[in-house]
């Protein structure tokens, strides 16, 4: 272990592979320079007062380096990848797709619009960043920070001119693309996991569908009004009354409300990890549908009708409030409940990223209104989260598990650790509920 301010060094080591993408000697200067003042002391992680706590390090220049200077973000990008990859990926990693805003005065910031902010819980005035983190047990890296454009944005081109939107990035986006795009490019930067996991915001079926057409696994929320048809549904010809005989098969059943197929069902309680104030637990049900997802079809008096789609799990989690949420998977027909639950459950670690990545790192901090700015500084956030979960990992584990390296600990030359990445949630072999 690196003694008292030896992480400075580390970190200008595991910086070369992100520094070789960039060809310039003072960018290749200023990248540890940013990073380190993220990592640093400090309650304020924009540019002037980071630039203000390191010495020699002239404002002018390091604010050129993120908001001005010309250089291409891929490397850097392809660099986090092999590393993220490298800490946690494989065949038991999990994807979580999320969003996280970050909250803005004015209205000139590039994306900045009111509107609903998750973390906040309600409308603000802020830019959404679609997020994606990819993790093992308990140790989670960002690998994924993309700006979402909202219409107002979108429809005003001379707006998106002057916030330097890439031309190739002005036209209309929703999350959802956004998300599949950013899935597609951490696929072909060679990261591998074993699921994707969103909450309801993304669950809709286009997204499903484009997941399932890339031979993903998946655990996403949906709406309990979601509609669904039991697994036993049978496509058949209708027996006309008169006129022409049909055409068109048709479901034998009808679909459902996904709260109301589930009504009978009595949970049971599950637990799926221990937290900070023991076992976390709440009663899960599971039963296996067909989502009506399908093509539209005029079916008799009920009109146009999804038609069933492919058979998934429908669970249903109660807790202890009494709430209750919906949501649908993919995994095996054999899988577990508490196998479903913990799948589910894993989604928690992209807000532990998101909290980590604001408090410690100032990933909201940019007070920069350029495009380029905001996406190369939380490119740089990224990198500075990966290099603190690497020393978090190669640590001996004498802190809390969950637990970040601080700047403080750091330069004590004492990193918070953590001795092994606990067991993904499914391991064991599939078997029936």
């Not at 320079?33 to 390191?54: E, F, N």
């Not at 499903?208 to 669904?228: E, M, N, P, T, Y």
């Not at 020393?391 to 650790?417: E, I, Q, V």
Request: include cysteine.
């Amino acid at each position: 272990m690196s003694g008292a301010g030896g992480w400075r060094e580390d970190l200008e080591r595991w910086l070369q592979p992100f520094l070789a993408g960039l060809s310039h000697p003072a960018r290749r200067a200023m990248c540890p320079l940013y990073v380190a003042g993220l990592i640093g002391l400090g309650d304020r992680k924009s540019i002037q007062p980071m630039a203000a706590r390191a010495e020699g390090v002239p404002y002018d220049r390091l604010h050129h380096f993120i908001a001005a200077g010309i250089w291409d973000k891929a490397p850097l990008q392809r660099a986090l990848l092999g590393e993220a990859h490298r800490l946690v990926g494989g065949a038991d990693a999990i994807l979580v797709v999320d969003d996280t805003a970050l909250p803005k005065k004015g209205n000139r910031s590039v994306g900045v619009v009111p509107q609903y902010a998750t973390t906040l819980g309600k409308t603000a005035n802020c830019q959404t960043l679609v997020s994606l983190t990819l993790a093992r047990g308990e140790v989670p890296v960002a690998v994924g920070l993309a700006l979402f454009l909202p219409e107002s944005w979108t429809g005003d081109p001379d707006r998106m001119v002057s916030a330097g939107v890439p031309e190739g990035l002005r036209a209309a986006r929703t999350k959802l693309e956004i998300a599949v795009a950013e899935i597609d490019r951490v696929r072909e930067g060679g990261v591998r996991f074993g699921c994707v996991l969103a909450d309801a915001g993304y669950g809709s079926a286009p997204f499903r569908q484009a997941l399932s057409a890339r031979g993903l696994s998946w655990a996403v929320g949906i709406s309990g009004r979601s509609k669904v048809y039991p697994a036993d549904v049978t496509m058949i010809f209708p027996v006309a009354g008169r006129g022409r005989p049909r055409k068109r098969h048709v479901p034998d059943q009808v679909s459902v409300a996904a709260e109301t197929i589930l009504t009978d069902m009595s949970g049971r309680s599950v637990t799926w990890r221990r937290g900070t104030k023991g076992r976390l637990r709440a009663r899960f049900c599971a039963l296996r549908v067909r989502m009506a997802d399908g093509p539209t079809q005029r079916i008799g008096t009920q009109g146009n009708q999804h038609l069933p789609g492919d058979e998934v799990w429908l669970v249903r989690e109660e807790r202890g409030s009494g709430e209750r949420k919906y949501y649908l998977s993919n995994l095996p027909a054999d899988a577990t409940l508490k196998q479903l639950a913990a799948t589910i459950k894993a989604r928690w670690i992209c807000e532990q990223a998101h909290q980590q990545m604001k408090g410690e790192l100032g990933l909201d901090h940019f007070e920069g209104r350029s495009w380029t700015g905001l996406n190369r500084h939380a490119l740089m956030t990224m990198m500075a989260y990966a290099f603190l979960q690497s020393r978090r990992l190669a640590a001996t584990g004498r802190k809390k598990k969950n637990r970040l390296p601080t700047a403080s600990a750091l330069d004590a030359g004492d990193p918070a650790g953590h001795p092994q990445l606990p067991q993904p949630a499914i391991t064991a072999p599939m078997s029936t509920l």
